[in-house]
């Protein structure tokens, strides 16, 4: 019944958080077992959470990057970098929504800020909107893949799983994806016997290399400088710290700063710094240096609105989470999940099979219902059974939120078809086909992290 009321108010078009709150309330009201005031009082309970205290922040300092003008210093350093291949610009695109992931978290805001540079220049250099479109989107499923990610703050803190290891466990398949993409970009750039879009630059080159040093070397310097020779670690890191500005002031690097930003966030949180959730507000506190300090670019009036922004997402986010929690707490008690899981049980006990069909479950629920909403729903339903069958947690996290990216891609209910489609000033329709042909790598991409879960687990094995 519970269901049944469910999927009545979603066909009747009540937003997805109102409606399952709303379908709770009717049931307990229906059969009168427990006083109303549970919906209330579970609600509060299930954002009543300390790792939760990391969504407004990882959200914060993803709008404060977007408006500080750090979106056009990223998009600067890919060109340095790979604007000169074949199909340049799209590989720039791809580059740039590695790095940008690194501060965003989510495929909206990689979509709505870099997007907006990407697709106007790659109009402007004679590639087709439906292209430009194609791989911006495809792109902007990295945001939640390479960490911080959102999706995965919501996931850890449903499925009681490390955000920490979460977060490791992106960043060699967020590699994998950005390299089946650029191969994509390659082979229509072969194809359509495309050239390159910038004239080769070797001291641009060599600039951009040389900032991917420092961003590589700069943590296995302080470990070694930690580990290794026995310094103090906290007094050692702000020394490295200094440097890396001066650095910066020096060689006027590009992007140096803002690319670092993921290294110190993964850093500080393996090496027990600070929390997942002080690692928000840290990334907050180094995205408003860089802002007001550093670049300048980050006026008072825009902070003030760039707060407002957080504010009215933040409500949004916490309040699907809240419905969800109540939702989620009637499955069970009325048996749902349980009945679900001896279904599929007895269904099958492989493992693969399992997996092959959450992924479409998955896929599916992803074309209607935000990533938010939908992992809210799907934990209690999916994780009990996966980790019976002997799936990692930590694994299943991952090819959960893959899924509900790839479902942003789609109609009906697409967020980063909509803002692309506003962005490229192109229909709906035009959008949907664009998109059509990234599909393929990012569905590889998802067969690869489903069936090999060692690339997922390695590098969160070495450290949790």
């Not at 049944?4 to 958080?17: C, K, R």
């Not at 870099?114 to 911006?136: D, N, Q, R, W």
């Amino acid at each position: 019944m519970l269901k049944i009321i469910f999927l009545f108010f979603m066909m009747g078009g009540i937003p997805v958080a109102i409606a399952m709150a709303g379908a709770s309330l009717v049931y307990i009201l229906g059969t009168g077992n427990l006083p109303p005031f549970v919906v209330i009082h579970r609600m509060v309970g299930g954002i009543d959470s300390f790792p939760l205290l990391a969504v407004p922040f990882f959200i914060l300092a993803g709008n404060l990057m977007n408006n500080a003008g750090i979106t056009t210093r990223i998009y600067n350093f890919a060109l340095s970098l790979v604007g000169w291949l074949k199909g340049g610009l799209g590989h720039v695109n791809i580059v740039g929504s590695v790095v940008f992931a690194g501060m965003s978290g989510t495929a909206i805001a990689d979509a709505a800020g870099l997007g907006t540079i990407e697709i106007k220049a790659m109009k402007e250099h004679g590639y087709s909107p439906e292209f430009a479109v194609g791989v911006t989107a495809a792109s902007a499923t990295l945001g939640p893949i390479i960490p911080p990610s959102l999706p995965f703050v919501i996931y850890g803190m449903m499925a009681n799983v490390s955000i920490g290891a979460l977060f490791l466990a992106g960043l060699i398949p967020g590699v994998l994806l950005a390299v089946l993409m650029m191969l994509t970009v390659a082979y229509y750039a072969h194809k359509n016997n495309w050239g390159a879009d910038f004239k080769f630059s070797s001291a641009r080159l060599v600039k951009a290399l040389t900032e991917l040093a420092l961003v590589i070397a700069w943590p296995l310097l302080l470990w070694l400088a930690v580990d290794k020779v026995g310094l103090p670690a906290q007094p050692t890191v702000i020394v490295g710290l200094v440097l890396l500005f001066v650095l910066d002031k020096i060689f006027r690097f590009e992007a140096l700063l803002p690319i670092m930003t993921p290294v110190l966030l993964i850093g500080g949180m393996t090496t027990g710094l600070f929390t997942p959730t002080e690692g928000a507000i840290a990334a907050c506190v180094w995205a408003m240096v860089l802002g007001f300090a550093w670049y300048g670019t980050l006026s008072w009036k825009r902070f003030v609105k760039v707060c407002l922004e957080t504010i009215e997402t933040t409500a949004t986010v916490l309040f699907i989470v809240a419905a969800a929690s109540i939702f989620g707490w009637m499955l069970t008690a009325t048996g749902v999940t349980t009945s679900i899981a001896a279904w599929v049980l007895g269904f099958t006990k492989d493992a693969w099979v399992f997996l092959l069909l959450a992924n479409l479950l998955m896929l599916f629920v992803g074309c209607f219902l935000e990533p938010t909403a939908a992992i809210t729903i799907l934990v209690p339903i999916l994780l009990p059974i996966a980790t019976q069958l002997g799936v990692d947690p930590v694994h299943f996290g991952l090819v959960m939120v893959l899924n509900l990216m790839i479902g942003l891609l789609h109609p009906p209910m697409g967020l980063v078809l909509f803002v692309l489609a506003r962005v490229a000033n192109l229909s709906f329709e035009r959008t949907t086909m664009a998109i059509l042909p990234w599909l393929v790598p990012l569905l590889g991409s998802l067969v690869v992290i489903t069936y090999w879960p060692a690339l997922v687990l390695w590098l969160p094995k070495q450290f949790f």
